[in-house]
């Protein structure tokens, strides 16, 4: 079993930055990838960054050169660095990590991260 808390969000002006932080607890080792999601209202939630145990990352396009992706296995942390923020990045940003041999999908609460001047 895996929980996850996520923590960083809040209000920031267009070309701002912001980091998210997201701590897992439960066993360290069934931990597999690590990741951000975002759903902005009224629309489906999509991938936004992950990285592999291994420190594989990926990045959707729309992100790629102005987000971060990080991780502390020591700490089952992972961590977003969101710079260069646009009111198209308002969103709920979620927390997701891949617990297990099976790959079993577990995710955060959500925070929310609000660009607007």
């Known amino acids: 079993q895996v929980q996850l808390v996520e923590s960083g969000g809040g209000l920031v002006q267009p070309g701002g930055s912001l980091r998210l932080s997201c701590a897992a607890s439960?066993?360290?080792?069934?931990?597999?990838?690590m990741g951000w999601y975002r759903q902005a209202p009224g629309k489906q939630r999509e991938l936004v960054a992950d990285?592999?145990?291994?420190?594989?990352?990926y990045y959707a396009n729309f992100v790629k050169g102005r987000f971060t992706i990080s991780r502390d296995n020591a700490k089952n942390t992972v961590y977003l660095q969101m710079n260069s923020l646009k009111p198209e990045d308002t969103a709920v940003y979620y927390c997701n990590a891949k617990y297990g041999s099976f790959a079993i999908d577990y995710w955060g609460k959500g925070t929310l991260v609000t660009v607007s001047s």
């Open positions: 439960g066993n360290p080792f069934s931990i597999g990838g």
């Open positions: 990285m592999s145990s291994s420190g594989t990352t």
